[in-house]
């Protein structure tokens, strides 16, 4: 058990940010992650070794989101920052626009949501999110060109209406 | 959705991803182009905006958490499911007396067998409807057993994997190493036993970052403290702990020193001074460096403490004589300062007492103001935020300094508090008494993994 612990450290950032970013409140996505981890130990047996960790784990991650939306409680997308406050309007004016564009990443559908998390959030190229979602790499570049139009366009109104 | 003819390139380049020779036909059609640049610039503010969320930090004592749980075998349960086994606890034991009870009256000495073995007539669907009861009841049984037992569970179609899994993994201990010294001794003590027994305590105690809050020192003094203890029973505090304004201004030093004044409690429980924190003329005066200035004199403090003199200052001008003041000469020559006085709703919050005037006379309401007068006056203004500060009971544990300071960028407190689970743990009068001088429970609670090995191999 002990040989799983640096697995862990290593992605528990990544895993963590991802769910964070899928499913909008961090109690949840850290249920989600940890269910992610205690599940992953116990398939351990059934890791291909010529795929990378991340993309397996992210498989199983995935459907732990997905149980967690299953029985998702009321979501309010805070985005409160825990950054140092030196600035206070700053920062206040930071976690406005960081809670705006959570909120309209939850307003993406699932499918594109992901390609969108998975780009900016792991540093995974268009290629190996094609393999952990074991998609066409066609598809993921529709996806995310889609996704950022959409995400474009949910935003232009929020500004409109601040 | 229809893909734009040059969105390869754009998001290729937002991507990095272009070659130098794709780079350079990109810069020559954006130069050709201003409708292409402006779709250029919204995409990459689109990404500014995402990359701006940034990775997020898991809470602290995540990675102890995890192993802790894979030391169980365990998965997290939703709150929600924790919740509603809780409640079903209760709930299929009242059914199951209320059957029992319904069964007595219908048959007369309760005997067991005479339902099972059928009635006539009307009974009958008392029969039928009494065996879909004993089945629901049965069903409850085991979805409360296997919650609280800590069945691992398993996913559909899994089970093969997990047999490999756990061929390689090889053989797991059957008991926790624990590690020598105080934790042991707690583990081993009748104390771990008792506090075992309260569901809402053991889960408390599985938790390696409620263990690591309830490490803390001023933490625990505030958690043994008679009305902190009282503001977490109560049931209306949910709410205002989760305000986000308020979770934000307790980051700040200054402002939570304004929120933790007394005169400011004070006033909050005043709806005229509520409105008048509304006003448009006093959000102005507030973000005035003039005005600012001005409330720190005592000459224009000892003229807001009567409003009638307000009044006439403002009618006649302070040379009247009800407010022959240098300062306040000075102060009513500002037009904001004059706007803010002259407003009904400034007025109606003078009249009904002299919260509002005490208030903005406070020390740490001045710093607030300097520090950052636009954010707290709108801060003040908002509806959610003047609900949440309008609860004594969160003023009472806001006044407690160690809770303050524990709340301070923790967000996990603030959530823990409102918990109705967590405040059932801490009426565990053992548990009291273990944070308020149980040197072993102290250790046992920063050797936190440890302690939620101990919980899941006991519950096996």
Not at chain 1, 32 to 41: E, I, P, S
Not at chain 2, 34 to 63: I, T, W, Y
Not at chain 2, 150 to 159: F, I, L, P, Y
Not at chain 2, 415 to 443: C, I, K, V
Request: proline content about 2%; overall charge neutral.
């Amino acid at each position: 058990m002990d040989a799983f612990r640096p697995l862990v450290e290593r992605y528990q950032r990544v895993l963590f940010s991802v769910a964070v970013r899928m499913l909008g409140d961090e109690d949840e996505a850290t249920d989600a992650a940890q269910n992610a981890f205690v599940r992953g130990y116990q398939k351990l047996g059934t890791y291909d070794r010529n795929h990378k960790f991340f993309s397996w784990l992210y498989r199983i991650l995935v459907n732990e989101c997905l149980n967690v939306r299953r029985a998702r409680r009321i979501q309010v997308p805070l985005g409160v920052s825990l950054a140092a406050p030196d600035d206070t309007h700053r920062v206040a004016e930071q976690a406005e626009i960081r809670a705006a564009v959570q909120s309209a990443l939850l307003r993406l559908p699932v499918a594109n949501r992901e390609v969108v998390v998975l780009r900016h959030f792991t540093g995974l190229s268009y290629h190996e999110i094609a393999e952990t979602l074991d998609v066409p790499e066609k598809t993921i570049k529709s996806r995310l060109y889609e996704a950022r139009q959409q995400l474009g366009d949910i935003l232009q109104c929020w500004r409109a209406e601040r | 959705m229809n893909q734009h003819p040059h969105d390869e390139l754009l998001h290729g380049a937002l991507d990095g991803t272009l070659t130098e020779a794709q780079a350079g036909r990109l810069r020559e059609q954006l130069a050709a182009d201003a409708a292409l640049r402006e779709r250029a610039a919204g995409l990459q503010r689109v990404k500014d905006m995402v990359d701006g969320l940034g990775p997020a930090e898991p809470p602290g004592g995540f990675v102890d958490r995890v192993m802790g749980a894979v030391a169980r075998g365990a998965t997290e349960r939703p709150t929600w499911f924790r919740r509603w086994a809780g409640r079903l606890a209760v709930g299929q034991d009242q059914l199951f007396h209320r059957r029992v009870r319904h069964l007595e009256r219908d048959n007369g000495s309760g005997d067991g067998l005479r339902w099972t073995t059928g009635m006539a007539g009307g009974g009958a669907n008392v029969a039928k409807k009494t065996l879909w009861a004993v089945a629901g009841l049965a069903v409850a049984t085991i979805l409360v057993v296997v919650y609280y037992n800590g069945t691992r569970s398993v996913d559909q179609g899994a089970e093969g994997t997990i047999g490999a899994a756990d061929r390689y993994r090889g053989a797991q201990p059957t008991s926790v190493a624990v590690k020598e010294g105080s934790t042991q001794k707690f583990l081993q003590s009748d104390t771990f036993d008792k506090l075992l027994k309260d569901k809402n305590v053991r889960a408390l105690m599985a938790d390696n970052e409620m263990c690591a809050l309830l490490a803390r020192p001023d933490v625990q003094a505030a958690m043994t403290k008679a009305d902190v203890q009282r503001a977490m029973q109560d049931g209306t505090i949910d709410a205002a702990l989760k305000d986000a304004k308020l979770q934000l201004a307790m980051q700040d030093e200054t402002m939570e020193a304004a929120l933790r004044a007394a005169s400011l409690h004070v006033a909050m429980q005043d709806a005229t001074v509520e409105a008048a924190l509304k006003a448009t003329s006093l959000q102005l005066a507030l973000a005035d460096e003039g005005v600012q200035a001005a409330l720190r004199t005592k000459g224009l403090q000892k003229l807001l403490a009567d409003v009638s003199a307000v009044q006439a200052a403002l009618k006649k001008g302070p040379k009247a004589g009800l407010a022959a003041d240098a300062d306040v000469e000075a102060a009513l020559n500002n037009t904001k300062l004059k706007a803010m006085l002259a407003d009904p709703s400034f007025e109606a919050a003078l009249k009904k007492s002299n919260a509002l005037a005490a208030m903005l006379a406070d020390d740490t309401f001045q710093a607030a103001v300097r520090k950052n007068a636009k954010l707290f006056a709108a801060m003040l203004a908002d509806d959610g935020f003047q609900a949440a500060m309008k609860n004594t009971n969160l003023q009472a544990l806001l006044a407690d300094d160690g809770l303050a300071a524990a709340l301070k960028n923790n967000r996990r407190l603030f959530a823990a508090l409102a918990d109705p689970e967590f405040a059932a743990a801490m009426r565990n009068t053992e548990l009291m008494s273990a944070l308020a001088g149980d040197a072993d429970f102290q250790a046992a609670l920063r050797e936190s993994s440890a302690l939620a090995a101990a919980i899941g191999t006991r519950a096996k």
